[in-house]
């Protein structure tokens, strides 16, 4: 037969992209195949002799030219009449994006070496219509969406083996992501926002519908992150609170000039603030008809004394004779920059004689304030009884009465400023609190 005594003539083409033919559908696969059906007749309209005869099927993205996109064949197909019946796809695969990257494709047919003209454009089946709404059967229940679209939210579920959804990504104005639980009230406990604020928001939910955690992305200041009443603030999650403390188990003489007992260096992150604590046990070795005066200092600055940060101890000439023990606590407070910051504890003998045993220095970074920080006042712990000796040779500075001040008072202010901090920073929570619960809580179910 003469290539040019053939005419191609299509009856029918059926397209089933994926295979899914009504809306309420659900399908577990997709066959990557499409039905073809035609007749192919003589010139004279005639049907061609009955049996074999071979097919060349290529898709191009132009009805004349273009480039080709796929192509399957030569392939024996049989005739009936002219009648024939071939799925597109099942010798050479179909591309799995070639509907998907293309809006229009032209399908040319050869037969027996001759090319019938012209192309035929692919258009939809009505059925494949459907596919807009993609949905996946449960493989645990019958009847129910592990998989399925929803283009009217421009949105993506998936269903767990209990039927309840588990991931949505969907957002017609903005993009969205939440994740569910697995409880039987199916909570929200994950939600990605990419534009509800400026910036985006990530919400994390506590089993129970409310979200104690939401850091917002267009937000400065510890307002970016809504955090548990009993969390830290956002500060102090960047450049967290740290310590560094020694300890000495000994006994040493106090000399003369200035010296250094003990020393310690912390290095902070950030700007903030350094409390340092210097306790001990000093003996006084006392003469009557003369004047005992030792002294504790806190300085940056080594064997220097530093008369802001400072522990006095003394017996008047007019004491007995004999030992005196006391301890003492000097506290010193500054706000620092960021990088190391050494300090001395510091001792030396006015007059008299004594020793030290156990020091110990601690040095505390914050980087925030949750109030008002002044420098500490001089924690003084010394005998009672007037001391008419000067801090300095120089002759000035002391004062005249001297109160005593044991390390039980010293341990109740503390816990005073302490528990006056505490009431503050709950104040505080409380405040961020309802300004979450009244500004933002709401935004993720809201939008559910």
């Known amino acids: 037969m003469k290539r040019t005594a053939l005419l191609f003539t299509t009856l029918l083409m059926a397209m089933l992209v994926f295979a899914l033919h009504a809306m309420a559908q659900i399908s577990s696969s997709v066959p990557n195949l499409l039905d073809f059906q035609g007749k192919l007749t003589t010139p004279a309209g005639n049907p061609v002799a009955n049996g074999p005869h071979s097919f060349v099927f290529r898709i191009y993205d132009a009805p004349v030219g273009g480039t080709l996109l796929w192509s399957e064949g030569p392939v024996a197909i049989s ?24 809006t229009g494709l032209w399908l040319e047919v050869e037969a027996d070496a001759a090319i019938i003209t012209p192309r035929t454009q692919l258009i939809s089946n009505p059925h494949t219509r459907v596919a807009n709404n993609l949905e996946v059967e449960s493989p645990y229940v019958p009847g129910q ?27 017609p104005s903005w993009g969205e992501m939440y994740l569910y639980d ?24 506590d089993g129970a519908g409310l979200y104690p955690l939401i850091l917002w992305g267009g937000v400065i200041g510890d307002a970016a992150a809504t955090l548990p009443a009993d969390a830290i603030n956002a500060g102090e999650m960047l450049n967290e609170p740290g310590i560094a403390s020694t300890y000495k188990n000994l006994s ?6 200035a010296t250094n007992y003990d020393t310690i260096s912390i290095t902070v992150p950030t700007a ?19 004047s005992t005066v030792v002294r504790f200092y806190v300085s940056k600055t ?16 007019g004491s007995p004779t004999g030992s005196y023990h006391e301890s003492f606590a000097i506290t010193k407070v500054e706000a620092v920059a960021a ?26 970074f914050f980087p925030t304030n949750y109030g008002t920080v002044v420098s500490t006042k001089p924690v003084v712990s010394r005998a009672a009884g ?55 809580q709401q935004v993720v179910d809201d939008n559910r």
């Open 339 to 364: 990088g190391t910051h050494t300090y001395y504890l510091v001792g030396d003998e006015f007059s008299g004689n004594g020793f030290i045993t156990r020091p110990r220095i601690t040095a505390m």
């Open 182 to 205: 697995a409880s039987p009230s199916n909570f929200l406990n994950f939600a990605a926002i990419g534009d509800n604020f400026p910036g985006g928001a990530l919400y994390l939910g």
């Open 302 to 317: 080594s064997g220097v004394v530093d008369f802001d940060n400072f522990s006095i101890h003394s017996q008047p000439s």
């Open 386 to 440: 007037n001391v008419a000796t000067s801090l300095d040779a120089a002759g000035t500075g002391l004062p005249s009465e001297v109160e005593v001040i044991t390390v039980e008072d010293s341990k109740a202010r503390l816990e005073a400023e302490r528990a006056q901090q505490m009431a503050e920073l709950e104040a505080r929570i409380k405040k961020l609190e309802e300004a979450a619960k009244s500004g933002k």
């Open 79 to 102: 005739t009936t009449g002219g009648l024939f019946t071939h799925q597109l796809g099942s010798s050479t695969a179909l591309p799995q994006t070639l509907f998907q990257d293309n």
């Open 252 to 257: 040493i003489s106090m000399l003369t000039p």
């Open 272 to 290: 903030g603030y350094i409390v340092v604590n210097a306790y001990g046990v000093v003996e006084l070795v006392h003469v009557n008809g003369t």
């Open 145 to 171: 969406a592990a998989v399925r679209s929803e283009p009217g939210n421009h949105g993506l579920s998936t269903y767990g083996m209990d039927g309840l959804e588990q991931i949505r990504l969907w957002g």
